[in-house]
């Protein structure tokens, strides 16, 4: 059992970055599978899919994203809140990554969201993550 199942999904995205991998495996869960999708529909990733293995096991395979040049999309990943020390925002602070460049994910009573769509949505939460 994994004590922070959303490091070790965002350890195993930067480990495939630097290795240069098409696309890394990732045990299924729902907030998994939600930050992945967060992911995709920001550009992060190029797609994803949820597989079933012979043993009832799922896993969501992501696809990573590259440019030309064969460098990830992805600069950097950081882990925000975590079981040890929670961290939450309110809605009128809210955090900025990179002066808007990048993104806060955070999980929220509307969903998992960014920085930006809970700011349109008024809402406050938890912050899961900083990506850019």
Do not use: H
């Amino acid at each position: 059992m994994l004590t922070d199942p959303i490091a070790d999904l965002l350890t195993r995205i930067r480990n495939a970055n630097k290795a240069r991998f098409e696309a890394v495996d990732i045990p299924y869960s729902r907030l998994k599978t939600g930050v992945v999708n967060l992911l995709k529909r920001e550009g992060y990733v190029s797609d994803f899919k949820v597989l079933s293995a012979e043993n009832n096991k799922k896993t969501v395979r992501v696809f990573l994203r590259y440019d030309k040049q064969k460098e990830p999309i992805i600069t950097g990943l950081k882990r925000i809140s975590k079981p040890s020390l929670r961290v939450y925002a309110r809605k009128d602070k809210l955090p900025s990554v990179r002066s808007g460049l990048g993104l806060a994910i955070l999980s929220t009573s509307k969903g998992i969201v960014t920085d930006r769509e809970a700011r349109d949505l008024n809402v406050g939460g938890e912050v899961l993550c900083y990506v850019w």
